[in-house]
C-alpha cells in the first residue's frame, strides 16, 4: 500500500471509529436520555475526523491518480454511518490504495 493509500485507510478508520462513537452517543442521549457526554465529545471528534476524511479523499484521488468515479464514491461514503470502513476494504481488494488499480 502507498503512503497515500494508508493515509487514507487511516483517515477512513477514524471518520468510522468517531461515526461509531457518536451513534452511541446520540442513543445515550436521546435514547435512552441517560447523558450528553457522548455526542459532547465524539460530536467535535467527528466533525474534525469527518473534515479530515475530505481532504485526504482529494489528496489520494490526485496522489493515486483514482478515476472520477472512486473520489464520488468516497466523498458519498463519508455522509451514511460507518461506510469509510468497507469502502477502505474494498478500495485496498481492487488496489486502488496502491495506486496500482487492478
Known amino acids: 500500500m502507498s503512503p497515500a493509500g494508508k493515509l487514507f485507510a487511516t483517515a477512513a478508520m477514524i471518520e468510522g471509529v468517531t461515526w461509531a462513537g457518536l451513534l452511541i452517543g446520540m442513543l ?3 435514547g435512552l436520555e441517560i447523558t450528553d457526554l457522548g455526542v459532547r465529545i465524539f460530536g ?3 466533525g474534525a475526523a469527518f473534515l479530515f476524511y475530505v481532504v485526504v ?3 489520494a484521488w490526485g496522489k493515486l491518480r483514482w478515476p472520477l468515479w472512486a473520489m464520488g464514491v468516497a ?4 455522509v451514511p454511518p ?3 470502513v468497507p469502502l477502505e476494504m ?3 481488494r481492487i488496489g486502488l490504495l496502491s495506486g496500482r488499480p487492478s
Open 82 to 84: 460507518l461506510v469509510t
Open 57 to 59: 479523499t482529494l489528496y
Open 28 to 30: 445515550l442521549k436521546r
Open 44 to 46: 467535535p471528534l467527528h
Open 90 to 92: 474494498w478500495f485496498r
Open 75 to 78: 466523498l458519498v461514503a463519508a
